[in-house]
Structures are given as C-alpha cells and as structure tokens.
C-alpha cells in the first residue's frame, strides 16, 4: 500500500499540515522540523499526488512541450536542455509530438491544459495565427523556441536565423562558389526556415547571382534534399548547395555520389543546425552550429521565472551561432 501524507505525519511526529507546509515550500517551519519531515519522507519513500496537489493549488508543477517531429535530431536535444533545467527546479515535463500537423498543435494545447500543466514550451516549423490565437485563448504562460510573433509579444528562445544563413552563403562564397542552390522550407512560413531562406537570398541578391531555378522548396527531410538536388541539376549547374538543415544535406550528399558528383572536390553542401550525426557523417558536414541544448535550458528557466513572478532580463533571447568547419566544403 503507497505510503500517505497521513503516515508521514504521524512517523515524523508533526501534523499533516505541518507536512503540506514543508512539500509546497511555505517558509513558516523551522529548519529542525522541516529536517525531520524531509528525512522521514526519504524513509517511508512518500510520492505527493501531484494531481490531487494541483488541484488544490492549481500549480502542477508540470511544464508542457510541443514539438513537431519527434523524429528530427534537433528537437530531442532542444529537450534535454529542457529537461534538466526542470529537474534542478522540481518541475515535471509533460511532451507532445505533432507530426507537423496544424489540427494535432491545437489539440496538444487542449490536452495541456485539461492537464493542467502551469507553462507551455513551444516549437514549431511555423507560427500560424490559429496558434497564436489558441496561446492567448487558453492563457497559459507559453515560451516560444526556434521562432517568434511578429509583434515579439510573446516570449522566446532562437538566433538570429537570417544573420546566420547569410554569414553561410558568404562563408561558401569566400571557398570561391558563385553558383550556389538553396533547399529548404518555404518561404511564406513565419518560422525560422523562412528567415534562413530569406537570408541565403539576400547575400545571393547582394553579389548580382540570386537564380529563382537554384531553388527548391519542401519539408525538412532527407528525401527533400535528396530529390532537391536532383530537380535543380536538372536545369543548372552549381558548385556550392546550402541547406536548411543538417538532414537535408545529407540527403543532397547522397544525391550527388549516386550522380558521380564529389563533395568537396567538385560541389560544397553546407547544412544548418549541427546535430550529432553531422560531425560521423561522410563527409563531415560542415554547418551553422545553433546552440540546441542551451535553447532548451534558457526556454525552461525563463517559463520558470514567468510561473514564479522572477524578473526576467530579457523576453525574447537571441542566442549565438558558430559556422563549424568540416569536410564538405574544400579548405
């Protein structure tokens, strides 16, 4: 039989309300006691029933995350920063997956808050105002990561995506390519991905070589760089592809041995983001470093700060990038 609330009163030697004092961290009992209560706790092994506590509350102690692709490297890192910042703090996560799928992000946020989760940390492709209305309808402290609003109203976690694609295509620039094709998310998306796209057009614009056929827009997958490739050696050549994430430039990697084409000797693939497989793949994908494990950590301490009413030093933090050299570009 699980162990009470009742049972730790009366082992320890105090009241029960003595003990909820101690468990929701209400400063009135001194050190002795609280010592006692926490010893006894660890003794009899007791687990507070968080729903019934919330119930009470209203506090849960449980921070929701939404993420679109379980699947993709990059979220589950994003996580884990996530994750242990939440258990130096005692909060619980609780993690949907959406499968990019607009309906299933509106459900997650229902489900969050039937749950009653205290604080919502969001990821997506994109910020679609259907979101953006669901967010201030169900009023629950939400941090958005990878992506902002327009309006930067809400608060938020990512770098500055288009400073980054541009300084990429100038680094492929530099390596002496001219020639360079894009493959990546589309470009009408309030996301990250359409600031990446954004960025690579305009260092193309502002060196008089921007080529619309040099062009491939679709998902975020292998395949789409696979078949990306492929599409736009169709219609022209290139000596440089930059792509809108690691994923996607392996598969143009692939695309382009099966075609005989070398990488770097006769093509250089830069990809974005910098997951673990990027630095064991051949070649070794050289790429845009985005600090995934710390937009996690700052996301989860900032939704803290907000839920606990801590001042906060910034609402909408730009974090640093690095363009990490590897072997797919030539030296």
């Not at 309300?17 to 050190?31: E, F, H, K, Q, Y």
């Not at 360079?180 to 996301?191: N, Q, R, W």
Request: with cysteine; net charge negative; aromatic share 8%.
């Amino acid at each position: 039989m699980a162990t009470s609330i009742k049972d730790v009163a009366r082992e320890a030697g105090v009241s029960i309300a003595t003990v909820s004092r101690v468990l929701n961290g209400i400063d009135v009992v001194n050190d002795e006691t609280k010592k006692k209560v926490l010893d006894t706790i660890e003794k009899l092994g007791y687990r507070p029933n968080i729903l019934a506590r919330s119930l009470k509350t209203h506090k849960s102690s449980t921070i929701g995350i939404i993420i679109p692709d379980i699947s993709n490297p990059v979220y589950p890192e994003i996580v884990r920063g996530a994750e242990d910042v939440a258990s130096i703090y005692n909060y619980n996560i609780m993690l949907c997956n959406t499968d990019l799928d607009l309906e299933r992000e509106k459900e997650s946020f229902n489900v969050l808050r039937e749950k009653m989760v205290d604080g919502v940390i969001y990821m997506s492709n994109s910020l679609e105002s259907d979101i953006k209305d669901i967010i201030e309808e169900i009023n629950i402290p939400t941090v958005l990561v990878g992506t902002m609003d327009s309006e930067k109203s809400l608060p938020s976690v990512a770098i500055d995506s288009f400073a980054a694609s541009y300084d990429a295509v100038s680094y492929l620039r530099y390596k002496g390519n001219k020639s360079i094709a894009y493959i990546g998310y589309y470009e009408d998306k309030t996301s990250d991905y359409s600031k990446i796209y954004k960025g690579y057009k305009k260092a193309m614009e502002d060196n008089d070589s921007f080529n619309s056929e040099l062009v491939y827009f679709g998902s975020l997958k292998a395949e789409d760089g696979y078949k990306g490739i492929k599409e736009i050696l169709s219609k022209s050549k290139v000596d440089g592809v930059f792509c809108a994430n690691d994923e996607v430039a392996m598969g143009a990697i692939s695309a382009l041995r099966e075609m005989g084409i070398e990488v770097p000797t006769e093509v250089d693939v830069m990809g974005f983001d910098d997951i673990a497989l990027s630095a064991i793949y051949y070649p070794k994908l050289t790429t845009v470093s985005k600090p995934l494990y710390d937009m996690g950590s700052v996301a989860m301490r900032l939704i803290i700060k907000i839920l606990n009413k801590l001042p906060i030093d910034e609402k909408n933090y730009i974090l640093p990038y690095t363009i990490v050299e590897r072997d797919s570009c030539k030296k």
